[in-house]
């Protein structure tokens, strides 16, 4: 089986080789003057390969054709190839294969069946398989839908191909997947490390896979297009696509890792800013950044050679976090074993950045645009300013993960750059984007009165003062959240604004909702929330957009909560009491328990409020028997109002007694909630729109004037 | 706009009377007043805050890392047994029962513990560079897209095709108004 995997893998690279290559060959024939001259000159046509006069002219272009359908599907042939390389290493994994060192390193034979198929990306080299798997994936449906536009679509399978070559070159001749043990073989795995074994981790790697990779599909749109000096707009609305899948991928990936860490790691908390966590958040931010500036391209033909920038930064930061994973050049919790592939990720970016900015500085006069703006209070000028933040704040991440390394260089020792960084510069920033966040959508594309901006912002912004004052003075006894004093302590003021500014957001897109929908309801006499469904179906980018960010404010005041956040670790015999916030725990039992994979110690508690047993809880303490590892269960108690998490961290070696640790963890349930939100969103902007404008009758003008509902567009 | 250059007063130049005057300036010594109160409150809060034992633990255990490897803040590193954050933590409570402060606190962790142990860069030396940089970064970025926009607004529109002539002021303003009333906007 091993042999048969490693030929494929190195059947994958001599295909995606050829794809690559032949796709070049194909390219430069097809932009020969020559080929050009016959295309226009003799009545024949790129677009038209029946168009036959016998010419070399012809003959060229017909072969460069051929050469080009031969590199398209030698593209979908890597796909097949890696598919099977992969499924290889899985039924390996199944059958406790243990002569190949991958699977003996991350399986074991009691390790249940849903984690066998998970060791396809738990290590290092079966996560570059799995990485190469899902960009030949990409590739496959590029290659399919070619049709869309057959010249750029060849252009971006010719950068896949590169990407991909990159990935096999170093499955096959750096981290083979399907290396053998040496010497005897041995009878049991050293098993999957115990905090991938949960069931998130099933998911999350793929989520965020499919995010960092997807990157990749933009990428090679837009350096085609820069390549090919694209004629028009039209890459940018199907990169657009993509990149919107590729997001919302990324952002489930991101935030099942939170969920995981939340839920695995078990000190209480879903965001460490760990340099792993860092790099997934870091294309994450440039990625929406260009989500936004696409706008001004499509509308106003603004910022081309910002959203170039934008694409390229975005690949190359999912790159640059693979590269932080792997060589171990920052240490990190998550980072696979240190390994000279990061010379190999180091060299690759080198190359990339190299590639882009030659074809950057070659090609940039045909970005040139002859910008113009009629007003500061403008739709274009908020999303200068929404972009100028998101690259801040990755800016910010990315010096924040590097500076103990420029620290190390300058000073000779290394420091720590943990949450308090984070909190003191990113958090000014992140509230400065949500004061734009709830702006902006109130700005008309090229120039708004002060006049209309203030009838539209006043109310939201006085919704939001009252419940500011409200959260305020309201008695601490009613939730977490209240009785809010931000005098007391800056991540009080800090909670205050950023609850305050998300509930001017959430003002702010409602009334966009129902002033569009007002106007529907006007014209066909609809009731206002089938107006509204009617609006959002009309220009569903635009209101899945709105959606989006009731999501992203609704995750912020999630975030917010972390504020009120209270711990306390007890240890605890039988009947022994813990108070925490409202809730009282009573120990009523502990024990152990013995399964084919692990041993564990648990603690049964009741909990009670207000007098009253509402739950019993039962953390776990896990020893995993292959690898020799423990690993903690939290028991999480969530309501919209806080989280109640009991970690049972181990026994007192003297009693014998359990020590247990618990949080009381303020509006966590919201982030969850906010996530799907914004899943909701971005699956209802990618829904095409509904075909009929509403006819709006115009005094100024001759007949009618087709109209969308709200005039500031997207 | 001031009250002294308000136009529903007239062209005529609005002199204010001595009482008025007077009432100015004990306003002008109420406000100062009330901005040194605000100013001692904080201030009295803050320091009442730093005095709590408890709540001086909890601060400064949070800016602080477990040296064991688990790259978490001190007061949440969640080992039973950890060789290290035990004893960190009883230092910490030591240090803070016996009044020391919260630099003299950091400075003896770092001392025997290194500069890791601190969760963030300090404000001093080289470490200011930290926080400096992406203040700088964000200033640098608003001059640049203030200098991007004036750049744009300044540029002189588009010639249009023959007999066009492109919109602008109380014209352009009309058409915009209507189709707001149009739109309900």
Redesign the interface.
Known sequence: MAQIGSFALLLALALSLYSFLAGIVALVFQNRPELQTANTGRGSSLANPSATDGSLGSMLRQGSERIGETARRAGIATFIAVLLASVILVICAFHDDFSIAYIFHHSNRDLPRPYKFAVLWSGQEGSLLFWSLLLAAYGFVLRLRYKTDPRLFAYASMVIAGVQIFFLLLLNFAAHPFALMQGNLPADGNGLNPLLQYPEMVIHPPMLYLGYVGFTVPFAFALGALIMKYPGEKWINITRRWTMVTWAFLTCGVFLGAHWAYSVLGWGGYWGWDPVENASLMPWLTGTAFLHSVMMQEKRGMLKMWNMWLVFATFWLAILGTFLTRSGIISSVHAFAQSSIGDWFAWFLVITLAVFVFFFFKNKSHLRTEHKLESLVSRESSFLFNNLLFVLLCFTVLWGTWFPKISELVQGNKVTVGAPFYNRVAIPVALLLLILTAVGPLLAWRKTSLESLKRNFMWPSIGAILVAIFLMIAPQSWGSAFGLKPWKDVSYFYSLMAITLSVLVTLTVASEFYRGGRVIAKHTGQGIFASMVQLTHRNTRRYGGYIVHFGVVVVIIGFAGAAFNQDKEQEMGYGDKMTIGPYTLICRSYTEDDAPNYGSQWAVLDVYKGGKQIDTMTPVRRFYKASQQTSTMPDIRSTLNEDLYIVFEGLNQDNGHPILKAHLNALVMWIWLGVWIILIGTALALIPNAPSPVRVPSAARLGTTQAEPVATGD | MSIFSNPSLGSRTWRPSAPCLASFARLGRLRSRFLQTLLLS?AV?TLL?SSDPATRFTDIG??M?CICG????LL??????CPASDGMRNELMAAVSRGDSDSLVEQSFVQKY????????TAR???RA??I???V??FF??G??AL??RT??N?P??ALADGLRPLRGPEL?Q??D???K????
Do not use: S
């Open positions: 904080a809060l805050g949070h800016q890392m688990c790259n978490q803040i949440e590193c969640n080992h039973v047994g290194g500069p890791t142990v601190l969760a963030a860069p030396g080289f470490d930290a926080y940089i992406p203040f970064a964000l970025g608003f640049l897209i991007v926009i744009w607004k540029r529109a588009p303003e058409f915009r209507q189709a707001g149009e739109t309900d906007l």
